[in-house]
Structure formats: C-alpha cells, structure tokens
C-alpha cells in the first residue's frame, strides 16, 4: 500500500456528516482493533495469513491494460492448484513437490509462439494444447509459474500498510470486517480484515487505471496438489 495519508480527524467528520454520527465506531475505543492504527491491522492481517499452511486466492487484476483472473489453491510448502485466465488463454496449474503442470488451452499456445513459423507453430500446439506439461520448478522456463505457488512472495504485496485508515464494519461470505482504505495518486485501496477468530485479509482491491480485486479463503485446508500422471502426461525434459 503507497503513503498518501487523509487526516484522521477529515475522515471521522466526512463519516458523521454522512452518516449521522452512527456507523464510524471503528474510529473511536469501542469498535474492532480499537488500540490499534489502521495501519496495524493492515500488518496484522497479513501476518495472520503468512501464519496459515494455506489458503485459497481468488479475483481479477489488470495489468498494463490486460486482466488476469485466478483461482489458486497455495500451501506453505509450495504445492497448490489452480486456474489462470487471461486475454490471451488460460491454463491450469499444479505444483507438486519438484515439479510444475501446466495444461493450457489453444489461445494460450498460439500467444506463446506467435514469433514461430506457422507450420511449426501448429505441430508445436497440436501437441501441447490440452495436455499436461511436466517441467521442473527450477527450470527457467517454470520459475514465474513456480512463484504462483509461493505463499511468502505473493503476499509481499501487502507489506506495505502506511496510510491505512479504519473505516466501517461490514460482512463478506458471512464474516464480520473491518473496512481499512489508503487514497493514492490513482484511486484508492481498499482492505476487508476479519474482526473475530484470527484477523485474517479476506479480501484486497484497488481502484485506478489498473484496478483489481483478491479474496482470501479456505485457510489451512489441505492443497489436493496430485500430480497428474498417465499418457495426457508430456514430459519438458524429453522434448529437447
């Protein structure tokens, strides 16, 4: 989250003006968190979810202008399943001890070798579009898709927390939250944290030029990460 910060006390008067004095407890002793900043939360959420041995990851982000949905499954210890869907394709994801799964569709394939000659291009997705490729998570061609399955690293987006300021309570797939949002230069940023049992994010979104929105869930449910085996199994390492 970026530094731009609205005075406290602007916030509290903006919220009485509209709501009539009711609904801004967050900001006073009584509501949730009430000895900590909005900021704090903000860390304190986060810290709740790297304390986890996993959990599900949902929602929409844009980036330079292109969306990517995604619904993963990630664990600590680096295994998780899901799926990804761009402008471009979409594809299916397993991580499963050393090694990476990918089966992605036609469109994902064709953006990928849109810089080949068309004849090899196309024995190179009649191959490979609708089945499993099999790939070391050290390979340099699987180390981005292997840090999708990184808790640490995808939650490093959140570490910056200065600015955030308490908001109202509201629910989300029946859980109490704290509202905490950050105004920046683009628009602003948004943060749900959980207000009872373990203060987990549950959800994160931002608006602006490039806006997205991620839900947390599922926390420290096992990764049903199998590895998929059999002939729709093509190994990376024996293609050359």
């Known amino acids: ?35 900590l900043t909005g900021s704090q939360v903000a ?14 990851v949902s929602g929409n982000v844009w980036e330079e202008g292109k969306q990517t949905q995604l619904n993963m499954q990630v664990s600590k210890s680096g295994d998780c399943k899901g799926t990804i869907s761009t402008q471009d394709g979409s594809f299916e994801l397993i991580r499963n001890g050393e090694f990476v799964f990918i089966k992605a569709d036609e469109p994902f394939y064709r953006g990928q070798m849109k810089d080949l000659p ?74 749900l944290v959980a207000t009872q049992g373990e203060p987990y994010l549950l959800k994160a979104s931002n608006t602006g030029k490039e806006p997205g929105e991620i839900s947390f869930s599922k926390f420290n449910e096992p990764v049903q990460a199998v590895a998929p085996t059999g002939k729709d199994v093509i190994d990376a390492d024996k293609l050359g």
């Open 43 to 56: 860390d304190k959420s986060v810290t709740a979810l790297r304390g986890t041995t996993s959990l599900t």
């Open 118 to 191: 068309k004849e090899q291009a196309d024995a190179a997705v009649k191959m490979l579009a609708g089945h499993w490729l099999k790939s070391k998570a050290t390979d340099e061609d699987s180390k981005e898709l292997a840090t999708l399955c990184d808790l640490a690293e995808l939650l490093k987006e959140f570490d910056d927390s200065q600015g955030a300021q308490k908001g109202k309570v509201t629910t989300i797939d029946g859980k109490e939250a704290l509202t905490l949002t950050t105004k920046t230069t683009d628009g602003t940023e948004t943060l």
């Open 1 to 35: 989250m970026r530094t731009t910060r609205l005075p406290i006390a602007t916030a509290a008067l903006a919220c009485a003006a509209a709501l009539g004095l009711t609904g801004c407890s967050a900001f006073g002793p009584t509501g949730p968190f009430p000895d």
